[in-house]
């Protein structure tokens, strides 16, 4: 107990991070289906309007914060980088261990908040001022939690720039980097720019609150769409740290299971990768298409919006172009990974409707917005998580996870969330709108919202299934061969299963013409 | 005409469209709601070809390139400078064309949306939670049980403010939605087509009655409008209202407090 606490370990720190992004997740998840039970009729189920609340609070904020963010920039970032990059450890393993400390705190603060008698109902967006002004939540315990994790994302930022700009193995060049390290680097840089955004607009929320001041309260002039343009110039970058490490997790695992290159590595890299970067924080406003800003500005982002699709659409020709004369074998990783080019396929192409103002006007705050972010950010992010967990679980244990029911559990979740989602991007275009308790202006919804409920059901055995096989894997799977997918990364040819402290008994010297995604001279 | 310049046309007429703006649309009978639907169909049909395109190029190669040997390995291409370039820039402007016709086209309906016509019909609307108050301006107040009542075939234009949290007026009927908040005042407008009732809601997460602010928009003939909006004697319309959905003003001023906290009930 106690080394694992204290570790410096920056493989025992991802594992804690994956422990509590998972426990986040279950929780969050357990809301979700408490709340999809509640909207399987019109009318007051069995969760009242401020209970409902605070669940939907709850599980957008912990899903987000909690359980996406760390669990690719945390967990698999930390577990993969140093190992895949040929290093001992990261740059600063004991800042690396006060930042999954933060991020504990954080999930206890964030569970607390349910526990007080009145906990956040504010939603993940905190709008002001209904936030600040109105609701009798106590705001602070999200303000608080949202501080620390922010904290701790960037101190992991400058960790793992620092280790992968200072700590490749000799002669690792920048361009034989895996794709999964590209993808975090984008991630963390991303992090590092526009978290104090974040912070600083939940903190002047909480000044306005609790302390008097008036930055978001027109009548003493202050501004309440000020909040959302700082919210969300944070906030809309915040998907990409969530999407692009979840590629980079494809992008390893399609080249891995298809013994094949990275297709265009280096457009990949510079157009996909750091195009997302830069682009994407240019587009914060099509969260406020409807929110009252000036029309030019609105048309304004409505261009760069739609421009995304230039670095999005290359990082997914990347991810098809891989399998390509490709020689597939399918793990479960890979079946997740498939089923992702599902995903970013519907996700994204409903984010071209999104992305144009006129459009948006009807399908803001509609049932067809959530569906949409719930594939290409949610679920697909989710895919990704879980393809990591399954694809480098040899790697963390040294033991086998049960391939049949790995992928019985797969397939499960597969077809729930397309159950859940598919009716509401449905009665999202007719106009059902987000966070509602009751729809009884709506009774035509019921039989949508119905299969969409019993979707979410089959996702939560599926997530059993899932859970099961990875504990009964790990404490009495058989032994994993060394390399079981015959990769050519780092972390698989030259450390042992799992790795024992320091990585590599020797660091390994990188020839100019190695390449861990290249396998046909191999 | 080929597709490229059907393509630069589109672009350049949006553009006058957009410079010329100010002056256009005042007499033009301007529906948005319809080139909304005209639209959302041109759009599922551009990302459906993309769609089916790339679903069916990774549903080939996942099916195509499977594993037959152990020891096999794949062979994807490798890339000069010029084939990795142009690899780069040929799906980089496809993509880009096909952004600027959407650009252009959602900027066309955006001006649709956003230029009220002269003729417009002004209703001013105070959100609150949890209720609306629709204000005609001669001392007739709608509250969101009354509904928000309209003349068929004159379009209406909402002023809108908050009095306290951010809400937002949506008729899904319409395709229209913009929030409300203290301190500015916003607007929309839409093309009450034809006669019938339409649901209005709130689409601002709000609080507890956020899902319980909702009413409906009542479009009825212009003639019987005009009666109820001016009626020919004030004072016997205030001691007996002609029409049992209008309201009073001074019920309308009166009723919001005691409304606040009660679900518009239908």
Redesign the interface.
């Known amino acids: 107990m106690k080394e694992w606490i204290f570790t410096t370990d920056h493989k025992r720190i991802g594992i804690l991070y994956l422990v509590g992004s998972i426990a986040a997740f279950a929780v969050a998840g357990l809301m979700a289906l408490g709340i999809r039970v509640e909207l399987m009729a019109p009318g007051t189920q069995f969760i009242e309007p401020d209970i409902y609340n605070v669940m939907l609070y709850f599980h957008g904020a912990a899903m987000i914060l909690a359980f996406l963010i760390p669990g690719l920039t945390g967990f698999l970032a930390n577990y993969l980088i140093p190992l895949m990059i040929g290093a001992h450890d990261v740059a600063f393993p004991r800042i690396n261990a006060f930042s999954v400390w933060l991020f504990w705190f954080a999930i206890v603060l964030a569970l607390l908040s349910l526990a007080i008698p009145n906990p956040p109902d504010i939603m993940w967006t905190g709008y002001v001022p209904y936030s600040s002004q109105y609701s009798s939540g106590n705001s602070s315990f999200y303000v608080f939690t949202v501080h620390m994790l922010g904290f701790s994302s960037i101190l992991g930022a400058v960790n793992f720039l620092c280790t992968v700009i200072f700590m490749r193995a000799p002669g690792l060049g920048w361009m034989q980097l895996n794709f999964f390290v590209w993808t975090i680097l984008g991630a963390f840089v991303i992090q590092l720019i526009f978290i104090p955004v974040l912070a600083a607009a939940v903190t002047l929320l909480l000044f306005d609150k609790y302390f008097g001041t008036a930055f978001f309260v027109p009548d003493k002039g202050g501004d309440v769409l000020l909040y959302q343009n700082l919210f969300w110039f944070y906030s809309h970058p915040a998907v990409y740290v969530i999407l692009l490490p979840a590629i980079g997790v494809f992008m390893d695992v399609i080249s891995t299971m298809a013994r094949n290159q990275v297709f265009n590595y280096k457009v990949a890299v510079f157009g996909g990768v750091w195009g997302v970067v830069l682009l994407g924080s240019d587009v914060w406003v099509h969260h406020l298409y409807t929110s009252g800003m000036a029309d030019w500005i609105r048309i304004g982002m409505m261009v760069t919006t739609l421009l995304i699709s230039i670095p999005v659409g290359l990082l997914i020709i990347s991810l098809v172009g891989t399998l390509y004369r490709g020689s597939i074998q399918f793990s479960t990783a890979m079946w997740y990974t498939a089923a992702s080019f599902w995903l970013i396929l519907i996700g994204g192409l409903t984010g071209i409707p999104l992305a144009m103002t006129s459009l948006t006007l009807h399908l803001a705050e509609t049932y067809f917005v959530m569906a949409h972010f719930h594939f290409i950010m949610g679920i697909t992010a989710t895919f990704a998580v879980f393809a990591g967990v399954y694809h480098w679980f040899p790697k963390m244990t040294g033991k086998m996870y049960n391939e049949s029911l790995g992928k019985l559990a797969m397939s499960l979740n597969f077809i729930g969330v397309n159950l859940i989602f598919w009716p509401l991007f449905i009665i999202g275009v007719e106009g059902m709108p987000r966070r509602y308790q009751d729809y009884q202006m709506f009774p035509q919804f019921e039989v949508s919202q119905w299969w969409s409920t019993i979707g979410a059901v089959v996702v939560a055995l599926s997530t059993i299934l899932m859970i099961w096989n990875w504990i009964s894997g790990a404490i009495w799977g058989p032994k994993a061969p060394s390399n079981p997918w015959g990769s050519v990364s780092l972390e698989w040819t030259h450390t042992e299963s799992p790795p024992g402290p320091g990585n590599f008994k020797e660091i390994p010297k990188i020839s100019p013409n190695w390449h861990p995604h290249e396998y046909s001279k191999a | 005409m080929n597709k490229r310049s059907i393509l630069l046309g589109t672009v350049a007429a949006a553009s006058l469209f957009a410079i010329g703006a100010g002056d256009a649309g005042a007499e033009v009978l301007n529906d948005h709601t319809e080139h909304?639907k005209e639209?959302?169909g041109h759009?599922?049909l551009?990302?459906g070809v993309?769609?089916v395109v790339?679903?069916l190029?990774?549903s080939y190669?996942?099916v195509a390139?499977?594993?037959?040997r152990d020891d096999?390995?794949?062979?994807?291409?490798?890339?000069s400078f010029a084939q990795?370039?142009a690899?780069?820039l040929i799906?980089?402007f496809v993509?880009?064309a096909?952004?600027?016709y959407?650009?252009a086209?959602?900027?066309k309906?955006?001006n649709?949306?956003?230029i009220v016509p002269e003729n417009a019909l002004e209703v001013k609307l105070t959100g609150r939670?949890w209720s609306w108050d629709f204000d005609y301006g001669n001392g007739k107040v709608n509250t969101n049980e009354d509904g928000l009542v309209v003349p068929q075939g004159k379009p209406v234009v909402m002023r809108m403010k908050s009095e306290?949290?951010?809400h937002?007026f949506?008729i899904?009927?319409y395709?229209?939605?913009?929030?409300?908040?203290?301190?500015?005042v916003?607007y929309?407008w839409f093309y009450p087509k034809s006669v019938g009732e339409y649901?209005f809601?709130?689409?601002?997460?709000?609080?507890?009655?956020?899902?319980?602010m909702?009413g409906k928009v009542k479009v009825i003939p212009a003639a019987e409008f005009d009666a109820w909006l001016n009626p020919p004697a004030a004072e016997e319309v205030a001691a007996a209202p002609a029409e049992g959905e209008a309201a009073m003003a001074a019920e309308g001023e009166a009723a919001p407090a005691a409304e606040a906290a009660a679900p518009a009930g239908?």
């Open positions: 909304w639209l959302w759009v599922l551009d990302i993309i769609g790339f679903g190029m990774a190669f996942l390139y499977r594993r037959s096999q390995v794949g062979s994807g291409p490798k890339f990795s370039m690899w780069a799906p980089a993509f880009m096909d952004d600027f959407l650009a086209s959602g900027w309906l955006w649709d949306q956003r939670m306290d949290a951010v937002s949506f899904p009927e395709r229209i939605k913009e929030d409300l908040m203290p301190g500015r916003t929309l649901v809601t709130c689409t601002e997460f709000c609080g507890t009655n956020h899902s319980n909702w239908h």
